[in-house]
């Protein structure tokens, strides 16, 4: 069986591939989105999503470590490594202490950062290249994939948010200086404003067209444009308006 989702959260992505496990379908592969599961018996595997100081890769330590421990490596995905273990062989967490903890939210953190960058890099320069055409299909395409890359940066940076909130937690819990709230001063941006972005990037990327078409395709760029605007604009004040 295979399944799509995407998650940000590994949290979140953790619960769901042990609620599957539940149901009798263990998770035996990851692509892009796409999980792949077998049956097994209902609750046979218990699983975790750790981050890896790797891209594509654990370090051989690690891998020995984790193989001491009886929990195996199901798959890696950029930085990201799925592991599972037997359920009768009891509990399965990764990080029991709060310091192990902080480290490794962190390490998230950091990864979350710097692909938020990238993204708001790559934004720039497709606006760079609408800004330097004169064809209305390509400034509609580059503007429109702007749009997404910055839908992007900013469910990023809600995930930065969410971890700098954990990691004030666990600091408090071990007496340790809270850190730098950041930017956005620990309020996380609403999920409306990458809803808006990914509308209206979508909406500039609908050419032109003639024919008994043309009428439909206007509609739907329109409606899309309206839609979007009302997601940013709801976005922007339900942002500014949220408790920290």
């Known amino acids: 069986m295979i399944t799509f989702r995407l998650y940000t959260d590994k949290e979140k992505e953790t619960e769901y591939l042990n609620e599957m496990s539940r149901k009798g379908y263990a998770m035996t592969g990851f692509l892009a989105g796409f999980f792949r599961f077998e049956a097994c018996r209902p609750g046979e595997y218990l699983y975790q999503v750790d981050l890896t100081e790797g891209f594509f890769r654990v370090k051989k330590d690690y891998r020995e470590f984790m193989r001491e421990m009886n929990v195996e ?13 037997k359920a009768v062989e009891g509990p399965f967490e990764l990080y029991t202490d709060v310091e192990s903890s902080i480290e490794h939210y962190e390490r998230a953190r950091w990864m979350f950062k710097i692909a938020a960058v990238l993204e708001i890099a790559a934004a720039v320069v497709e606006l760079v290249c609408a800004a330097n055409s004169q064809d209305k299909a390509v400034i509609g395409m580059t503007l429109g994939f702007a749009c997404l890359l910055t839908a992007l940066a900013i469910v990023f940076i809600r995930q930065i948010v969410r971890l700098d909130k954990i990691l004030a937690g666990l600091r408090e819990r071990s007496c340790v200086e809270p850190g730098n709230s950041g930017l956005w001063g ?23 067209t003639e024919g008994p078409a043309a009428f439909w395709f206007g509609f739907a760029r329109g409606f899309l444009h309206v839609v979007s605007l009302f997601c940013l604009i709801a976005g922007i004040l339900y942002t500014c308006h949220r408790k920290r």
Do not use: D, H, Q, Y
């Open 73 to 85: 490596i199901v798959c890696l995905w950029g930085p990201w490594v799925i592991l599972r273990k």
């Open 186 to 208: 620990r309020r996380k941006p609403s999920v409306l404003l990458p809803i808006g972005l990914l509308l209206n990037g979508i909406a500039l990327m609908i050419t032109e």
